[in-house]
């Protein structure tokens, strides 16, 4: 199983991303995709997920109608939209998966909102 986050960078305050995560290893489109986020001294959090087909997905309160996830079955690949962001939301973003009851994550992009 291997997960490749891309797309953080330096955003100002109010700004947007647009975050990939690149699965192989596993068969993509059976399985939960979850996006995490750690903060620097914060523990990691559930930012969003979404179930293998794509109908059904799942905020936390902080994100909800600012984040939009997504998924590309055919092309393995979990996106997260970001808008709006804040500082406060500075953190290394991860995605991450439960196979076979084990959970893997990668190796997380960065994001910084800052003026």
């Known amino acids: 199983v291997q997960l490749v986050e891309s797309g953080g960078g330096l955003v100002q305050p109010g700004g947007s991303l647009r975050l990939s995560c690149a699965a192989s290893?596993?068969?993509?489109?059976?399985?939960?995709m979850s996006w995490y986020r750690q903060a620097p001294g914060k523990e990691r959090e559930l930012v969003a997920a979404i179930t293998s087909a794509g109908g059904i997905t799942n905020y936390a309160d902080s994100v909800k109608g600012r984040f939009t996830i997504s998924r590309d079955n055919a092309k393995n690949t979990v996106y997260l939209q970001m808008n709006s962001l804040q500082p406060e939301e500075t953190a290394l973003y991860y995605c991450?998966?439960?196979?076979?009851?084990?959970?893997?994550w990668g190796k997380g992009t960065l994001v910084t909102v800052s003026s």
């Open positions: 290893g596993f068969t993509f489109s059976r399985y939960i």
């Open positions: 991450r998966i439960r196979f076979h009851g084990v959970d893997y």
